[in-house]
């Protein structure tokens, strides 16, 4: 058996990718429009054989690209010798179907590849039940007797061979195996948001309980080195990869800025441009600790060729998941590998308040914390106040974000003197200071 599996090798696909936009809407001069597909492609493990772009006056509701390009598609497949087809578009289930009787070969759009590499990525069982809902959601509309039979279709009985299919509930002459289908996949996208609803609450409940720490949150394209960031700032051991998607899920650790204060970094799922809509929500649990973090880091990579391009589909998917309006930080990483040239300085020139790091080496590392420490705490104030002794949020609030804390102890009650930044007092009210003195 041993000897049998040691055989088996996994056959990498050939690939041609096809890119059509429309003439009126796209006004990107790239060379390379499919510059990310490839990346996508490459990353599921398919090998690219062929490409296809093409500006097209309006879409064809049969085949997208229309016949005449459908059939030069055929000479491509044919001449490379592929077995798959990606479109950089998102596809019908009825030009799909005309496209893969034209070619001949297998044909996926950009949704269904993403899903795929999800799918592959997928660790944890939240990520799985992430991945399983966003798949079903992409393919319930596309469901055209997708299965030839059901084994184990579950009626009124249940799991039983009374609630097979034949079954009480099931043997009426009118029912088609496509109306099963969309029933079973219902059922079951009904009970994945309901489980990922309960790990949902669970999430918020943790983030909840993480009031008295000031939340930062790594946001960015994937593949910018979020991951390798969050590894050198807080020794995560977040694994770390150069492809896309590498980690799905989200990691929060402490990250000691300095003595006087600590607060919690979490690593989130990256971005690229036209994530589909069916993942965002699935993903939803997931991207909760960006939705409520008090500052976004957002990661750059600064060396890519089509780096605005990726700060804007972060941008896009930030407010897709109403994050647009949250205070955030860029950081240009990657930076020591730039040799030079207009696009970097394009780059300070645009966001000239970002700050130019390397996650890999550590350069530039201690400015971050220079300036994230001036975010978190604001202006420094000198204040005094007074608490019960039996107030310990409040102390050990005090100790652990304070500098230069004194206490003077009488009876039950502790005086405590300490500078403090600005943006930190109003957390004081919150934990029931009163008469807060700034001296």
């Known amino acids: 058996m041993e000897k049998?599996?040691?055989?088996?090798?996994?056959?990498?696909?050939?690939?041609?990718?096809?890119?059509?936009?429309?003439?009126?809407r796209d006004s990107n001069n790239r060379i390379d429009n499919l510059a990310e597909l490839t990346a996508l492609a490459e990353s599921a493990g398919a090998i690219i054989v062929d490409r296809l772009q093409q500006k097209i006056p309006r879409i064809h509701p049969a085949t997208y690209i229309g016949k005449g390009k459908a059939e030069h598609l055929l000479e491509k497949v044919q001449k490379s010798r592929a077995d798959l087809v990606i479109f950089d578009n998102d596809l019908t289930p009825g030009q799909i179907r005309e496209l893969e009787n034209i070619v001949k070969v297998k044909v996926i759009d950009r949704s269904e590849?993403?899903?795929?590499?999800?799918?592959?990525?997928?660790?944890?069982?939240?990520?799985?039940?992430?991945?399983?809902?966003?798949?079903?959601?992409?393919?319930?509309?596309?469901?055209?007797?997708?299965?030839?039979?059901?084994?184990?279709?579950?009626?009124?009985?249940?799991?039983?061979?009374?609630?097979?299919?034949?079954?009480?509930?099931?043997?009426?002459?009118?029912?088609?195996?496509l109306e099963i289908d969309r029933r079973l996949v219902s059922k079951r996208i009904t009970a994945l948001k309901r489980e990922l609803e309960e790990i949902d609450g669970r999430i918020l409940r943790e983030i909840d309980g993480r009031r008295d720490f000031f939340k930062i949150c790594l946001v960015g394209y994937t593949n910018a080195g979020k991951s390798t960031l969050m590894n050198a700032l807080t020794e995560a051991g977040v694994l770390v990869?150069?492809?896309?998607?590498?980690?799905?899920?989200?990691?929060?650790?402490?990250?000691?800025?300095?003595?006087?204060?600590?607060?919690?970094?979490?690593?989130?799922?990256?971005?690229?441009?036209?994530?589909?809509?069916h993942l965002v929500a699935s993903f939803k649990a997931t991207l909760e600790e960006a939705v409520h973090a008090d500052l976004l880091l957002h990661v750059i990579d600064a060396s890519s060729p089509e780096v605005f391009e990726q700060i804007d589909s972060v941008k896009t998917v930030l407010g897709q998941i109403g994050c647009g309006q949250k205070p955030i930080l860029m950081l240009l990483n990657k930076c020591d590998i730039i040799s030079g040239g207009g696009l970097f300085e394009s780059?300070?020139?645009?966001?000239?308040?970002?700050?130019?790091?390397?996650?890999?080496?550590?350069?530039?590392?201690?400015?971050?914390?220079?300036?994230?420490?001036?975010?978190?705490?604001?202006?420094?104030?000198?204040?005094?106040?007074?608490?019960?002794?039996?107030?310990?949020?409040?102390?050990?609030?005090?100790?652990?974000?304070?500098?230069?804390?004194?206490?003077?102890?009488?009876?039950?009650?502790?005086?405590?003197?300490?500078?403090?930044?600005?943006?930190?007092?109003?957390?004081?009210?919150?934990?029931?200071?009163?008469?807060?003195?700034?001296?």
């Open 4 to 24: 049998i599996k040691d055989q088996i090798k996994v056959i990498r696909e050939r690939a041609v990718l096809v890119g059509a936009y429309l003439r009126a």
């Open 113 to 177: 590849l993403i899903l795929d590499i999800f799918a592959a990525r997928a660790q944890t069982r939240q990520a799985k039940l992430q991945v399983e809902l966003a798949q079903l959601e992409y393919t319930y509309p596309r469901l055209t007797r997708m299965w030839s039979h059901l084994d184990s279709v579950a009626g009124a009985g249940g799991g039983t061979s009374a609630g097979a299919v034949g079954g009480i509930g099931t043997r009426g002459t009118g029912e088609k195996q």
């Open 241 to 277: 990869e150069d492809r896309l998607f590498a980690t799905l899920d989200t990691r929060t650790r402490k990250w000691r800025i300095s003595s006087g204060l600590e607060v919690l970094l979490s690593d989130t799922v990256g971005f690229v441009s036209k994530l589909p809509h």
């Open 347 to 439: 780059l300070q020139t645009v966001y000239p308040e970002a700050v130019a790091i390397s996650a890999r080496s550590g350069l530039n590392l201690d400015q971050l914390g220079e300036r994230v420490q001036e975010i978190v705490r604001g202006k420094e104030l000198h204040i005094r106040l007074k608490s019960p002794i039996s107030d310990g949020r409040l102390i050990s609030f005090l100790r652990a974000h304070a500098i230069d804390l004194r206490e003077e102890y009488d009876g039950s009650q502790v005086t405590m003197e300490a500078w403090l930044g600005k943006n930190q007092t109003p957390h004081l009210r919150h934990l029931g200071a009163e008469q807060v003195e700034i001296l």
